[in-house]
């Protein structure tokens, strides 16, 4: 089972095969960065509720650059990959694909920063921390924490119901 921030929130794999690579690629469109740079960018842009493992990033970032699609410098102790030409290139000959895959990010994460869908998902990241909070502090009591779970049980039962699942 994935830990909390990792994985897709709906079940499946968030990304369709080979999806990363192209969320990778576009990524190192805008400017160079680090792995780990990398994840972090694709958790803030889906609001803390996607954050890709570095299992699956640094494999990646490695077949790119076996691809010479990318190249890897050294930068204060830490790998910083940037888009060659031919990253470029494949992103342009791959164009209907990437457009696929930056789409069902969007659709995922409502485009961006801001409206009513991305307030919610804020309402969620704040209630979730509210959650952890509330477990953390009754560590160690049986009874508030069998209270806590069947709470999270029901809340979870109901909202798989107004997601339709």
Do not use: C, N
Request: charged residues 35%; hydrophobic residues 35%.
């Amino acid at each position: 089972m994935r830990g909390p921030g990792h994985g897709p929130r709906h079940g499946g794999r968030f990304f369709e095969r080979g999806g990363i690579r192209f969320a990778i690629l576009d990524l190192l469109k805008d400017k160079p960065r680090h792995g780990y740079d990398i994840i972090r960018e694709m958790e803030e842009r889906s609001g803390g509720f996607y954050s890709p493992s570095p299992g699956a990033v640094y494999p990646t970032l490695q077949a790119l650059e076996d691809q010479d699609l990318v190249t890897a410098t050294v930068e204060e102790g830490k790998k910083v990959y940037a888009i060659t030409e031919a990253g470029v290139a494949y992103l342009e000959e791959h164009k209907d694909r990437a457009r696929d895959h930056r789409e069902r990010w969007q659709s995922h994460w409502a485009g961006g920063r801001e409206g009513e869908a991305w307030e919610a998902v804020d309402g969620i990241r704040s209630a979730l921390g509210e959650v952890r909070r509330a477990i953390r502090e009754s560590a160690g009591d049986e009874a508030k924490l069998k209270e806590i779970d069947t709470l999270l049980k029901d809340v979870a039962t109901k909202i798989r119901e107004a997601a339709g699942k």
